[in-house]
């Protein structure tokens, strides 16, 4: 479809917001630093959630072994809390989970948009599906593209950059 005719019927092309060529200081050690996020933010599910399995495991002793069919609700419950801190973090001003914030992360859409909670949940889901079905090789997708983007984000329309203030940082320092 030319140019011409996606005027025509009323489709609006964008382009992408953020060039690596342009702009190589919003993507530099963006790789390294998300699997720090990732441990940060996979410490942030895990100790609230096993807090939980603490209490269910002594509420079942308290109550003679009847409090453990808690224990049934322990997965739709970890599901629904990973699924609300990335929506929450991902969907806040910041556009980033709290492991992305301790290493100057944010996560936009493709054009430029911040998250938004049902992307920032979505996103999750998407990481989680992919590692999970095509093996954790294929976060080796980020080490052949210019933007650094996994499968997930190519997927969802969205890429992982440096916040405006590590950017600014990065262009000051001299070469």
Not at 82 to 107: H, K, W
Not at 120 to 129: D, E, K
């Amino acid at each position: 479809m030319s140019e011409s005719e996606r005027r025509r019927i009323g489709l609006e092309v964008q382009s992408h917001a953020y060039d690596p060529v342009t702009q190589p200081e919003l993507f530099e050690n963006v790789l390294a630093r998300r699997v720090i996020a990732f441990l940060v933010d996979l410490l942030m599910i895990a100790l609230p959630l096993g807090f939980l399995a603490i209490f269910i495991f002594m509420f079942g002793l308290v109550t003679l072994g009847l409090g453990w069919f808690l224990f049934l609700l322990f997965s739709p419950i970890s599901v629904i809390w990973a699924l609300l801190y990335y929506g929450l973090t991902l969907g806040s001003p910041a556009s980033a989970t709290i492991g992305m914030r301790m290493v100057d992360l944010e996560m936009r859409t493709w054009y430029g948009a911040p998250s938004y909670f049902v992307l920032g949940a979505v996103h999750a889901v998407g990481f989680w599906l992919t590692v999970t079905l095509l093996t954790p090789f294929i976060l080796l997708v980020g080490l052949f593209n210019d933007r650094r983007r996994l499968l997930h984000d190519m997927l969802l329309g969205t890429v992982v950059i440096n916040n405006p203030e590590r950017a600014a940082a990065l262009r000051r320092r001299p070469l």
